[in-house]
């Protein structure tokens, strides 16, 4: 077998696991305000049981109701309803053959007050949380009472998840939430039995997992995730990790190592730039050190890299987390020898971001991700019959579309005028720590070869070539209006108006699809029964690619990749549909900002009503679709035309 250890069976306690691939816990925010959870967040974890994964790690669990939640939809195993609301979880994940632990929570001293109640936070000493991006929080020192009182509810929340049918559960003692505040001499300034020495700072830790083991069954799994260093100065380091490792060994089935604080938040949540396997030293030395199954991540997006760390034993599970929301199916990929269709991790945070701001969880390269009970393939309109659609445009959007469309039963026809797929996004690729998007490209390139695409290369697509095809469809994915210096959006931009459409980038990502007749005239004479366009003002460059093009687009998401939704949902009913992927902002609010402007800046020219270079762009298409005169001063805007605007701008994501 190519991936000899990677498929190999494993040993976590007395639990056997099909494979040596774990899903470690990450915030994806698809939980319900009662901790509870919810059908979309039920098929996220079956997909990936489905996909091949050996283990499961859902998101942290809060164990208190009152405290330590850190954000407002955080899944909960405090009470009888999320008990109930987990076995939904373990039952979709078992059915597939993987094995499922729960991630016990509190968050210290990084829970916000507005999530908690209003109730401060707390913390084991009071050292004021103010890391820049972050909300500045001053915790109350934790009494002898509190830490009894956790300590039983960190137990009580591991009996529920016995209850509850899970295989194991995993105490949070890493990124700087609550138990390794306790550990760490970075936040732990306390001068009593549970301050000052190692012993004394794990205290509180070796008190929750003996009184864990005590209630639950002797099979049940018991864990700690612990850092391998803080990469803060006045933290553990990895000698210190390594030590508190040894330490804390007796009390557990395993170990699940990480790194990093929220003030060291890049060594935690790696973005493009910090290479795979960076950190392997940090699990490699603790592994070394202890006699427990060590699970690690690694920033692994390739398995050989993930098989190669086991051949050198720098683990004995490798965690690929952001990998599997790139592709739920990487394991059983790999495990068919297919790994030119797997689709792999940018590293570009899009899906942090996302979450971070309080939005359904969203994926750069993955537009199911979040979304598989309205998305997933079983829900397409598959009524194409074989009919043609023209695609004009080869990057990552137009080839997205194509996909989504022979799925749905279509006969996709690619137009690209360069020699390549690709797109923009090749030009993209070649920025510095960029390297994961050419790998993008070659992946959706094998997936064209897969699905038996026909991609027409150094072929413009000119009136007179769609009409020659006489296509049932045309979709227009060449980009936005992205500026001087990115050709393919400029391309698209004039293709569009030689189509004859005059409103063409209003919003910086918009979707149409109409099969009025209107339209089809529009289109200068070309056959087609319905016409999908997509205006995506640099798309996929936007969130994972954008600084090489732009700064401060206001593009929150991957607009390219959300082709593949409008296409999904467009079926073939006779309507027009707009879709703005930039929900931030109502009209009122985009209403508000725009009157603002006006009153600050009353001599700027219209043209300016938006701030910032890219954003004057549109603000200058926005004001031709008002009939504004551009050279106008803002003072002289009326109230009905920045109504106008506002309107048209919708919910454009303001600066």
């Known amino acids: 077998m ?105 968050g210290g001293r990084e829970a916000p007050p507005a999530c908690n109640g209003g109730r401060q936070a707390m913390a084991p000493s009071v050292e004021l949380n103010s890391v820049v991006g972050r909300a500045t929080i001053l915790p109350r020192e934790m009494t002898i009472e509190d830490i009894d009182n956790l300590v039983e509810k960190y137990v009580q929340a591991a009996v529920n998840s016995e209850l509850a049918g899970a295989d194991g559960v995993e105490v949070h003692a890493a990124h700087g939430y609550l138990v390794q505040q306790f550990l760490s001499p970075y936040t732990n300034k306390r001068t009593d ?80 730039y910090s290479p795979e396997g960076w950190r392997k030293n940090l699990a490699k030395t603790i592994k070394a050190a202890v006699n427990v199954p060590v699970i690690a991540v690694n920033t692994i997006k390739h398995p050989e890299t993930a098989e190669r760390f086991l051949q050198e034993g720098v683990s004995d599970f490798v965690g690929m987390s952001r990998m599997q929301l790139a592709d739920p199916d990487v394991v059983k990929k790999a495990m068919a020898g297919r790994e030119d269709l797997i689709r792999k991790c940018l590293g570009c945070m899009n899906c942090n971001k996302s979450v971070v701001a309080g939005k359904n969880l969203h994926c750069a ?15 397409l309109v598959k009524t194409g019959a074989g009919r043609t659609v023209a695609v004009v445009g080869g990057g990552p959007g137009g080839m997205q579309a194509a996909l989504l469309l022979k799925k749905r039963g279509y006969y996709p026809v690619i137009f690209e005028s360069r020699d390549h797929l690709g797109g923009s996004a090749v030009l993209a690729s070649k920025a510095p720590c960029k390297g994961m998007v050419a790998e993008l490209i070659e992946t959706m390139k094998a997936e064209m070869k897969e699905y038996h695409i026909e991609v027409r290369l ?71 029964d ?36 409008a296409v999904s949902e467009a079926g073939d009913a006779k309507m027009e ?20 402007r006006v009153k600050t800046a009353p001599e700027l020219p219209a043209s ?47 600066p």
């Open 2 to 106: 190519k991936y000899e250890k990677l498929f190999q069976p494993g040993k976590i306690g007395n639990l056997e696991l099909r494979n040596r691939v774990v899903m470690t816990a990450m915030g994806a925010l698809m939980g319900d305000w009662n901790g509870c959870t919810t059908p979309e967040q039920i098929r996220f974890y079956e997909d990936r049981a489905k996909g091949g994964c050996g283990l499961i790690i859902p998101e942290f669990t809060s164990v208190d109701a009152d405290s330590g939640h850190c954000n407002p939809i955080q899944l909960g195993i405090y009470d009888s309803r999320q008990i109930k609301s987990f076995q939904l979880i373990c039952e979709a994940v078992h059915r597939h053959g993987a094995k499922i632990f729960i991630q016990l929570h509190h």
């Open 193 to 272: 039995e549970y301050g000052g020495s190692m012993e004394n700072r794990c205290r509180f830790l070796v008190r929750i997992l003996t009184g864990i083991r005590a209630a639950v069954s002797r099979d049940f799994v018991v864990g700690a995730r612990i850092n391998g260093n803080d990469f803060v100065e006045g933290g553990n380091d990895l000698a210190a990790c390594t030590e508190i490792a040894k330490y804390l060994e007796p009390y557990v089935d395993y170990f699940n190592v990480s790194c990093g604080v929220y003030a060291s938040a890049p060594t935690m949540i790696e973005p493009c």
């Open 365 to 379: 390269i993955n537009p199911v991700t979040g979304r598989a009970t309205v998305y997933g393939d079983e829900n």
């Open 458 to 528: 150094n072929t413009p697509a000119t009136v007179e070539t769609l009409r020659a095809l006489d296509p049932y469809g045309v979709v227009v994915a060449c980009g936005g209006l992205a500026g001087e210096k990115l050709g393919g959006g400029r391309d698209g931009y004039e293709l569009l108006k030689a189509l004859g459409h005059t409103r063409t980038a209003l919003r910086p990502a918009l979707v149409q699809i109409t099969t009025e007749p209107a339209y089809p005239r529009s289109l200068k004479g070309i056959k087609a």
């Open 530 to 565: 319905c016409a999908l366009r997509v205006l995506s003002h640099g798309g996929l460059l936007a969130s994972s690619c954008g600084e090489l093009l732009f700064t401060e687009t206001g593009v929150s998401g991957p607009a390219a990749f959300d082709v593949s939704r």
């Open 577 to 596: 549909l707009e879709i703005d992927f930039l929900r931030d902002y109502t009209p009122a609010e985009v209403l508000a900002h725009l009157q603002n």
């Open 608 to 654: 300016e009503l938006l701030t910032g270079s890219v954003h004057n762009r549109l603000g200058r298409m926005l004001i031709k679709y008002a009939d504004v005169e551009a050279s106008a001063p803002l003072s002289a805007l009326s109230e009905r035309e920045l109504r106008t605007v506002a309107a048209a701008c919708k919910r454009f994501k303001l």
